[in-house]
């Protein structure tokens, strides 16, 4: 490193000190107060602010090759033009920015997510502490920011506020639409070949390894989350939706997500499951099957719960011995290990096999004997033996030659994505944190 580069990095290091100051003071929250309801609002709505400015400021520090536009106040200079896609808790709409003539996705929530629909206003307040609306998507944006520079990530853009409501907004690239509206609408359900599948699992396997080197699991990923970039025949896909997203350094975290691709760990609430990289590694595996065989294999109906997910595992996997329910080791007070030896039994009373199903379910002239065992390593119910994303790609199946050169998922700068020496980790980290202080904050004024 030469004279002007040691200065240029020590500038930047000294400006996110200055940056994590101030974000940190004001994420600290005075608790022996409590302001009045006008002065608490008005507090909140200008620490909520300044804390959006300092994220992307946080951001444009550690990545000066590749800025994240500003906070924007207003998000009037973005002209809606059509719906993308609902979830329960928001909406993605496409967007045209009449400055720039770029086209975006604009991410808001709902006021009140689609399950609450059955709730009158009066019983709804009471859940709105607990939902912590706007700051989810604060929560959101700091791990986007944290995560940002790789190309198989969706990369924000900006945060903005709705001028008509005021809602908090993310401002993202645009692209799309998901892996799961093109593979079930656009193909009829029909299995991309294995020569796609190599290449877009190891774009979705950098993509989460990248995370995972930053110390976040997405805990979201499924066909409906990967965006296909141009082409789905040759293009590339990125991960998007990081809304249920933590940091492996949170001690009290919560999942709501997609039953369908959740780890048996998680099912069998193993210790430290929740926020496992573990989670994203059968959630790909979980993914790689669909796109093998066009069909979700691990679906259930939603009102079959925990319990019904649990056993659709063992159907498509066998039920896991004894050796592997010590390794996972199951919260005993739910006696779940007594529910899969009572599987166990009714398997063999039924005289079902109790081997995996993968092989009948991927011919073997549909996936080559390498690309099964990345997804057999992928979708062990052994967590200790599961591959790993950056373990995964390692493996001898990704060693060939891409099959495109227009989408390479390592060119990318490293200058900008170096995680050993980047000060935006643990701060993206420690911020989150710092947010929880924000909200108990706020819940007490």
């Known amino acids: 490193m030469d004279v002007v580069d040691a200065e240029r990095a020590a500038a930047g290091r000294a400006a996110m000190d200055s940056i ?39 951001a444009n520090a550690a990545s000066p090759g590749t800025r994240m536009g500003s906070f924007l106040p207003g998000t009037e200079r973005f002209v809606k033009v059509s719906t993308l896609g609902t979830g329960s808790h928001g909406v993605v709409t496409k967007a045209r920015d009449s400055v720039t003539g770029e086209t975006v996705a604009v991410k808001t929530l709902h006021p009140k997510p689609l399950y609450y629909t059955d709730c009158d206003d009066k019983e709804f307040e009471s859940y709105k502490a607990e939902l912590q609306l706007p700051h989810r998507l604060l929560r959101e944006a700091c791990f986007m920011v944290a995560c940002r520079g790789h190309p198989s990530l969706v990369r924000l853009s900006a ?9 908090y907004c993310l401002v993202m690239e645009r692209v799309g639409p998901s892996l799961g509206h093109v593979l079930r609408h656009e193909r009829g359900g029909k299995p991309f070949p294995e020569r796609d599948v190599r290449r877009m699992m190891r774009q979705v396997l950098g993509g989460a390894k990248a995370m995972h080197d930053r110390g976040v699991v997405h805990r979201g990923i499924h066909s409906n989350n990967i965006l296909v970039v141009g082409d789905s025949d040759g293009g590339g896909v990125k991960i998007g939706d990081f809304g249920e997203a933590t940091s492996v350094s949170e001690t009290d975290v919560h999942c709501s997500r997609r039953m369908s691709h959740v780890a048996p760990e ?16 059968w959630s790909m595996g979980c993914l790689m099957l669909e796109l093998l065989t066009g069909e979700d294999h691990f679906y259930v109906a939603e009102d079959s719960g925990s319990e019904g997910q649990l056993y659709r595992v063992f159907d498509v996997l066998g039920v896991p011995g004894k050796l592997t329910m010590k390794a996972i080791k199951p919260r005993r007070d739910l006696n779940r290990a007594k529910e ?40 062990m119910i052994n967590p200790k033996k599961r591959l790993t994303a950056a373990a995964a790609l390692q493996h001898q199946w990704f060693a060939k030659e891409y099959d495109t050169d227009e989408y390479d998922p390592d060119d990318y700068d490293h200058q900008h994505y170096d995680h050993h020496d980047n000060p935006l980790v643990p701060a993206a980290r420690e911020f989150v944190g710092a947010l929880e202080e924000l909200l108990e904050s706020q819940a007490s004024a």
């Open 266 to 281: 998680y099912l069998l609430h193993a210790p430290g499951a929740v926020k496992s990289e573990l989670l994203d590694s």
């Open 340 to 379: 899969v030896r009572k599987w166990r039994a009714r398997q063999r009373r039924l005289g079902k096999q109790q081997r995996s199903r993968l092989d009948d379910m991927v011919p073997c002239d549909a996936l080559s004997e390498l690309g099964f065992e990345v997804l057999q390593g992928l979708l």
């Open 159 to 167: 945060i903005g506020r709705l001028p008509d409501t005021a809602q």
């Open 20 to 58: 994590l100051s101030q974000l940190f003071a004001l994420t600290a929250g005075k608790k022996d107060t409590k302001p009045s309801a006008q002065q608490g609002t008005e507090a909140t709505d200008q620490r909520e602010s300044s804390i959006c400015e300092a994220i992307y400021s946080l």
